[in-house]
């Protein structure tokens, strides 16, 4: 007997804390709820592409964060699952799993996180389609992979494995993953055409991804279980879902999951896709060059002054004869950083903690 098709519900994860964009993104004001380039935050840019092509969207996030995601989500209460604390990424898709395989035995997950940002969303929803319509049909675990653009050595790499072939043309089975390779390994890569950027965007039946799960980390399964049987909601789910979290290890689901899987395919795709994790990263996504400047907000005065990215808030900006960096006005705090260090912005908030500034986090 054949089993009644799922719907598909997109995942979406905002649980990280963004701690590469402040000033912008502090403690109370995480990360994708920020306007980068564009009217829209990451978040809405987000959900406005899973409505693209899933039946239902579902948001994760943590407690710090609740009361703002629920707003700017404008989900129904039901659909907004909070993290009691941080356990990474196998535990937050987990934590969805459970919820949504109660409701819907047969449903496909489209794991996206709140902030990408991916300018071309007829094309993300086409390739989203062909990731859940695979994962629907041949019980696998559906990775997107994106054609790379430049020797990043931020991001994880894919190796394709073989195609996969008819009536999957075009999708491949996972050879190996890659972690952040040195500048030498990734220029190799960029040159051939089987390595791909690992952008961290999945398909797979919850059913399927709980099965992997107690296959490859048991630990994590074992912990989770109890959601099982739990009410859905109110104050025993709420004890239920604590206790899990605090006895679960903390793990990305590719190392949990998907370097141990043979059920791993990967879609290649070649829209321009970001996950602005650092303010480089953004800068490369909004067209930062040599020769362009790019303003995010507010006002901005160049004077042979190329490669930036200026963001102000509420006073002009006046730049002469500097280039490649970040300078972020917050109105309480400004950041001027070398584009090039972006990421060592992630140490800011412990020099504010040592400072005494904690109404800077």
């Not at 459970?98 to 449903?107: K, L």
């Amino acid at each position: 007997m054949s089993r009644r098709p799922g719907q598909v519900h997109a995942v979406v994860l905002a649980g990280g804390a963004g701690t590469r964009f402040w000033p912008l993104s502090r403690e109370a004001w995480p990360k994708p709820l920020l306007r980068v380039g564009g009217g829209h935050t990451l978040l809405e840019e987000t959900l406005s592409r899973a409505e693209r092509f899933a039946d239902r969207t579902w948001l994760v996030c943590g407690r710090d964060h609740a009361a703002p995601m629920r707003k700017a989500a404008g989900l129904p209460a039901t659909q907004v699952l909070v993290e009691p604390q941080m356990r990474n990424t196998a535990c937050a898709i987990a934590l969805a799993a459970h919820r949504i395989v109660r409701r819907d035995p047969e449903a496909v997950i489209a794991v996206l996180s709140a902030d990408h940002r991916i300018p071309d969303g007829r094309a993300f929803a086409a390739a989203m389609k062909r990731a859940t319509r695979a994962a629907a049909r041949e019980d696998v675990l559906v990775t997107i992979g994106v054609r790379p653009t430049r020797p990043e050595t931020g991001y994880g790499y894919i190796r394709l494995g073989s195609p996969v072939g008819s009536p999957h043309r075009g999708l491949h089975r996972v050879a190996r993953f890659v972690e952040k390779p040195a500048a030498a390994r990734a220029r190799r890569f960029v040159s051939r055409e089987d390595y791909l950027w690992n952008a961290g965007i999945f398909a797979w039946k919850a059913r399927v991804f709980l099965d992997q799960l107690a296959l490859h980390a048991p630990a994590i399964a074992r912990a989770l279980a109890p959601l099982a049987r739990v009410p859905l909601r109110g104050r025993a789910h709420r004890e239920a879902v604590a206790r899990a979290y605090r006895r679960a290890p903390a793990q990305p689901v590719d190392k949990a999951i998907l370097e141990r899987s043979d059920r791993v395919w990967c879609l290649p795709v070649g829209f321009r896709w970001s996950d602005v994790g650092t303010w480089k990263s953004l800068a490369e996504a909004l067209g930062v060059d040599r020769s362009v400047t790019k303003v995010i907000d507010g006002e901005a005065l160049l004077c042979d002054a190329k490669g930036n990215l200026v963001c102000g808030q509420g006073r002009p900006v006046v730049l002469v004869g500097v280039s490649g960096l970040a300078v972020i006005d917050a109105g309480d705090a400004l950041l001027v950083a070398d584009l090039e260090r972006s990421g060592d912005v992630k140490n800011v908030t412990s020099l504010l903690r040592e400072a005494g500034r904690d109404d800077l986090l």
